[in-house]
């Protein structure tokens, strides 16, 4: 009984720090996605988002940052 417990909650601690990376990631890619609309004196609208992604080398500094961040 006491090895299945333990995988319970091995599996439960790893479920849950897999979400909070998840979570992270989300958050700081939403900050940078808001700073680069902030740069270009946008409202935060799907518009703006969908013209800063259209962007390579802006899309490419975020996933930068991001890389760095997380």
Same mark, same amino acid.
């Given at each position: 009984?006491?090895?299945?417990?333990?995988?319970?909650?091995?599996?439960?601690? *790893?479920?849950?720090?897999? =979400?909070?990376?998840?979570?992270?990631?989300?958050?700081?890619?939403?900050? @940078?996605? &808001? /700073?680069?609309?902030?740069?270009?004196?946008?409202?935060?609208?799907?518009? *703006?988002?969908?013209?800063? =992604?259209?962007?390579?080398?802006?899309?490419?500094?975020?996933?930068?940052? @991001?890389? &760095? /961040?997380?």
């Amino acid at each position: 009984v006491v090895p299945v417990v333990g995988n319970i909650t091995a599996g439960t601690a *790893a479920f849950f720090t897999s =979400m909070n990376y998840g979570l992270e990631t989300i958050n700081t890619f939403n900050q @940078l996605l &808001q /700073e680069e609309i902030d740069n270009a004196g946008m409202d935060f609208t799907p518009d *703006a988002i969908r013209s800063i =992604m259209s962007n390579d080398e802006t899309r490419a500094r975020i996933k930068r940052k @991001l890389e &760095q /961040e997380v």
